[in-house]
């Protein structure tokens, strides 16, 4: 873990954090045979939470069931997930939200007009 996650993570962001890393890890145990995983969660300009596996790849599927819910949390909070394949094998899943919600027109700090 980098940056300041026991500060800065707005309550949102860390609700539904914990869902998707239990989808990733999920899908390593299930699908992946994989030897190795590794998480990193770090907080910047974004919150990003990054899984990545050493096993066999999603080859083309597409993302289904618990990846669209992934998907579904990224967006609801202004954020996008991707789906890599790491050079030396493995599937990567990058789940990246702003840490700051964007806030209505005129919004500074939190606070509107």
């Given at each position: 873990?980098?940056?300041?996650?026991d500060t800065?993570?707005?309550?949102?962001t860390?609700?539904?954090?914990?869902a998707?890393l239990?989808?990733?890890?999920?899908?390593?145990?299930?699908?992946?045979?994989?030897?190795?995983?590794?998480?990193?969660f770090?907080?910047?300009?974004?919150?990003?939470?990054?899984?990545?596996?050493?096993?066999?790849g999603?080859?083309?599927?597409?993302?289904?069931?618990?990846?669209?819910?992934?998907?579904?949390?990224?967006?609801?909070?202004?954020g996008?997930?991707?789906?890599?394949?790491?050079?030396?094998?493995g599937?990567?899943?990058?789940?990246?939200?702003p840490?700051?919600?964007?806030?209505?027109?005129?919004?500074?700090?939190?606070?509107?007009?």
């Amino acid at each position: 873990m980098d940056g300041p996650v026991d500060t800065d993570v707005p309550d949102e962001t860390g609700d539904q954090a914990p869902a998707v890393l239990a989808e990733a890890l999920s899908n390593t145990v299930r699908h992946a045979h994989a030897q190795r995983v590794d998480v990193r969660f770090t907080v910047g300009a974004d919150v990003v939470l990054t899984v990545t596996d050493n096993g066999v790849g999603i080859g083309g599927a597409a993302p289904s069931g618990g990846l669209v819910n992934t998907r579904s949390r990224a967006e609801l909070l202004g954020g996008t997930p991707s789906i890599e394949a790491p050079e030396a094998g493995g599937t990567r899943v990058v789940w990246r939200v702003p840490r700051a919600a964007p806030g209505p027109a005129g919004a500074a700090n939190g606070f509107s007009p």
